[in-house]
């Protein structure tokens, strides 16, 4: 009976994919929504199908079903050549090293995507290598999401060579992986880089300390740095890692969003010693800087400090700031 059971829901997921490829077939409309779908492997070639069919399609949404390497397969073969899909979503899929491998392959050729979201697919430094080969010959994508997918200090020095050299990627999300200091060190080397586009960098739970903060801070003093959002939350920067990252603040004329919750940083360090910087910080742009949950509770002594919370942030965060979340 279980099984029966378990047999008739995959196929009522069956038939609920064929309808929306059905309704897609021959289709105008510029989405494809498949996510939550149940979606496995066999569904792909009929996917693939509806994607190239479509001459219109912008956005294709495969987030969170069953799709491994051999999906993986039958969609990079359709968006290779594909000219209008910009967005691609397979968040939460079970895509793996294989899977980032051809799609990466796919990317070289592309020359239509702007955003790929790729969180939750055990990618791993494979992964994590492969699209930053690709990157060196891509010249469209803008966001790339590689959050959760156990990239570590190899995939992270491969991605951050590679941005150092391209000028169209400005979003990257590596959030909870595991780049630790070597990682951090790695990639401060591309925000630094005068060649990178990066604006918007999500390194929040990534094992980073002290070591990998001041690197950041190091890289956020450099004259080119263009990054704009800095999510380093959930990581061990202490008291040193973080008075290092907001003294860089004052001379970095880029960054209007900092995130440093979850990391443990006495409210001492927004205090006196750095009344100097946190001032700084309000006076241009409405800067928006949080950090821990005891500041939180500190914002009298914030407000007097002199520091940019959430009760001032700047219009660009006010309007860009979910980009700093995980994709899903």
């Not at 590679?162 to 000028?167: D, E, I, K, S, T």
């Not at 950041?216 to 380093?232: F, G, H, K, M, N």
Request: aromatic share 2%; with cysteine; proline share 2%.
């Amino acid at each position: 009976a279980p099984t029966s059971a378990m047999d008739d829901r995959r196929q009522k997921q069956r038939e609920a994919v064929q309808r929306v490829i059905a309704s897609a077939a021959g289709s105008s409309d510029d989405e494809l929504l498949l996510a939550h779908y149940g979606v496995r492997d066999d569904d792909m070639e009929a996917v693939a199908a509806a994607v190239s069919g479509n001459p219109s399609l912008c956005s294709l949404y495969l987030h969170s079903n069953s799709i491994g390497h051999k999906g993986a397969a039958v969609l990079a073969r359709a968006i290779r050549n594909h000219k209008t899909v910009e967005l691609i979503s397979l968040a939460n899929n079970y895509i793996g090293e294989e899977g980032a491998a051809v799609l990466a392959d796919a990317l070289r050729d592309n020359r239509a995507l702007v955003v790929l979201m790729l969180g939750r697919n055990g990618l791993g430094d494979a992964g994590a290598l492969a699209f930053a080969d690709a990157l060196r010959a891509n010249t469209t994508l803008v966001q790339l999401d590689l959050d959760n997918n156990a990239v570590g200090k190899d995939g992270a020095e491969a991605l951050a060579a590679a941005l150092a050299g391209n000028a169209t990627i400005t979003q990257l999300n590596l959030s909870d992986n595991t780049v630790g200091d070597a990682g951090a060190i790695a990639l401060a080397s591309a925000i630094a880089a005068p060649s990178s586009a990066l604006s918007v960098l999500n390194l929040s739970s990534n094992g980073i300390g002290n070591v990998g903060a001041r690197a950041i801070a190091d890289a956020l003093r450099v004259r080119t740095c263009s990054l704009r959002q800095l999510s380093l939350t959930a990581n061990t920067i202490t008291e040193q890692g973080a008075s290092d990252i907001i003294d860089a603040l004052v001379e970095n004329q880029s960054l209007v969003w900092l995130m440093l919750t979850g990391n443990a940083v006495p409210h001492q360090v927004w205090s006196c010693p750095n009344r100097k910087n946190a001032e700084a910080l309000s006076q241009e742009h409405g800067r928006c800087v949080v950090a821990g949950d005891a500041l939180v509770r500190k914002r009298r002594l914030l407000q007097c400090a002199g520091l940019v919370t959430h009760l001032r942030p700047s219009e660009y965060a006010r309007q860009h700031s979910p980009s700093l979340a995980t994709s899903r």
